[in-house]
């Protein structure tokens, strides 16, 4: 049976504790803390291990650590360290991986996104912006936008001397965007106006309007202009 929360109550949770969710002000977790039911707050704060069996809805979010949300998470703005994974999909205006991955099992659209570290979207990743400087594996069904960068992270330079080549690669099924920039990506299909297919990369067909960059230490095996 639900029970009643009241609105825009504060909620501060210290320690191991087990929570009710519902509509808060702010949401401030320190520890190993768990809410059930759907969350909805205007900031979300987590230092610690936390997970939410439902949807978490907040304003802001900043979390340095663990979080599982088992449902969709929806947040104006994500700045997120450590280990996420949304077992739903994830939108909103901004989202900011920094050193960790970001997990998500449906589609991942915000207006800007930007990732230093690892990515994964079963489903679309989608932004107006998207900015990924990868350590580690990375993989999304498909990508579409706007402006799409992708790099590996300064990082990977030393890292990869020690790992497989393919540690720090993002790959994908379709690539899709107004501006594309790639490096270190394996996709079957990349379209767009301005392409540029850079070092690392293995493509099965370039599709461009405009214009297209293939760095000699890459592959496509078909490139097309297109109307």
Same mark, same amino acid.
Do not use: W
């Given at each position: =049976?639900? =029970?009643? /929360? ?9 320690? !191991?504790?087990? =929570? ?8 401030? %977790? ?18 610690? @291990?936390?997970?939410?069996?439902? !949807?978490?809805?907040?304003?802001? =979010? *900043?979390? /340095?650590?663990?979080? /599982?949300?088992?449902?969709?998470? *929806? ?8 280990? %996420? ?6 939108? +909103? ?12 099992? +449906? @589609? ?28 580690? +594996?990375?993989?999304?069904?498909? %990508? ?31 690539? !899709?965007?107004?501006? /594309?920039?790639? !490096?270190?990506? %394996? ?5 767009? @106006?301005?392409?540029?297919? +850079? ?17 000699? *230490?890459? *592959? ?8």
């Amino acid at each position: =049976m639900a =029970m009643s /929360i009241p609105s825009k109550g504060n909620l501060r949770l210290v320690g !191991e504790t087990t =929570m009710n969710g519902g509509v808060f002000g702010r949401v401030s %977790i320190i520890g190993d803390s768990r809410l059930i039911g759907r969350t909805q707050c205007d900031s979300f704060s987590c230092t610690g @291990n936390s997970q939410v069996e439902g !949807e978490l809805a907040a304003g802001s =979010m *900043k979390v /340095i650590g663990e979080l /599982i949300v088992e449902g969709d998470l *929806k947040a104006h703005t994500a700045k997120l360290t450590g280990e %996420i994974r949304v077992q739903g999909s994830s939108q +909103g205006d901004r989202l900011n991986v920094t050193g960790g991955m970001f997990h998500v099992e +449906g @589609n991942c659209e915000y207006e800007q996104i930007l990732v230093r570290g690892m990515i994964v979207a079963k489903g679309l990743l989608s932004a107006d912006r998207i900015d990924l400087r990868l350590f580690g +594996g990375s993989t999304a069904s498909e %990508i579409g936008g706007g402006h799409i960068l992708v790099k590996q992270s300064k990082a990977m330079s030393l890292k990869k001397l020690f790992v497989s080549h393919d540690f720090g690669t993002l790959r994908a099924g379709t690539i !899709e965007g107004d501006v /594309i920039e790639l !490096e270190h990506t %394996i996709a079957d299909v990349v379209r767009g @106006n301005r392409v540029t297919i +850079g070092p690392g990369c293995e493509i099965g067909r370039v599709e461009y309007r405009d214009d297209l960059r293939l760095s000699k *230490k890459a *592959k496509a095996a078909k490139q097309v202009r297109i109307d």
